[in-house]
T-cell receptor, first 113, second 115 residues
Framework: GENVEQHPSTLSVQEGDSAVIKCTYS??????FPWYKQELGKGPQLIID?????GEKKDQRIAVTLNKTAKHFSLHITETQPEDSAVYFCAANYGGSQGNLIFGKGTKLSVKP | NAGVTQTPKFQVLKTGQSMTLQCAQD?????MYWYRQDPGMGLRLIYY???????DKGEVPNGYNVSRLNKREFSLRLESAAPSQTSVYFC??????????????FGQGTRLTVV
């Protein structure tokens, strides 16, 4: 079946450093790639998304890059802060524009003060 | 704006008992989803409803049933709970009329333990 691989599963950085999380997908028809942040005891919340017609999108300290040829996309967080500590999920739609989202297994990010 | 509301937040069941998890959204979304989240497994789709009156199986549907009661509500039922169904369950919904390229909004989750 379709699959989204996410790495690493855990990531620990010092406050102020950058963090990078990488995902690969298998469905060549995928064209929507959101990233979600999940804080302890809460549901996931969208932080940024990218569509297949662009290669990069930035929102303040967060950026996402997409390489459709290689079928991978990445989340970049610069100048990390303790409040960035959470579990991050990547996702991709599958089966074309009407498809559902498949999620990666998550990355637990810890930002140490 | 309440968004997606799930009840209950916590539940403990004995093996073999049944229960229904409730979900309601107030954003007029066509599509609604039920996911389960297990350690190291990410979010796996159980069932979804693309629109009122339709439901379809996701990746892990065995042991579950769903009902799309109306446009707002989408319930998940466990007929005979098993310890393997111990998990955190999330309901989600999406903006209507824009296919799959839209943000999914999640509820706060239901933490279910089956003993």
């Amino acid at each position: 079946g379709e699959n989204v691989e996410q790495h690493p599963s855990t990531l620990s950085v010092q406050e102020g450093d950058s963090a990078v999380i990488k995902c690969t997908y298998s469905d060549s028809a995928s064209n929507y790639f959101p990233w979600y942040k999940q804080e302890l005891g809460k549901g996931p919340q969208l932080i940024i998304d990218i569509r297949s017609n662009v290669g990069e999108k930035k929102d303040q300290r967060i950026a996402v890059t997409l390489n459709k040829t290689a079928k991978h996309f990445s989340l970049h967080i610069t100048e990390t802060q303790p409040e960035d500590s959470a579990v991050y999920f990547c996702a991709a739609n599958y089966g074309g524009s009407q498809g559902n989202l498949i999620f990666g297994k998550g990355t637990k990010l810890s930002v140490k003060p | 704006n309440a968004g997606v509301t799930q009840t209950p937040k916590f539940q403990v069941l004995k093996t073999g008992q049944s229960m229904t998890l409730q979900c309601a959204q107030d954003m007029n979304h066509n599509s609604m989803y039920w996911y389960r989240q297990d350690p190291g497994m990410g979010l796996r789709l159980i069932y979804y409803s693309a629109s009122e009156g339709t439901t379809d199986k996701g990746e892990v549907p065995n042991g579950y049933n769903v009902s799309r009661l109306n446009k707002r509500e989408f319930s998940l039922r466990l007929e005979s709970a098993a310890p393997s169904q111990t998990s955190v369950y999330f309901c989600a919904s999406r903006v209507p009329g824009q296919g799959a390229n839209t943000e999914a909004f999640f509820g706060q989750g239901t933490r279910l333990t089956v003993v």
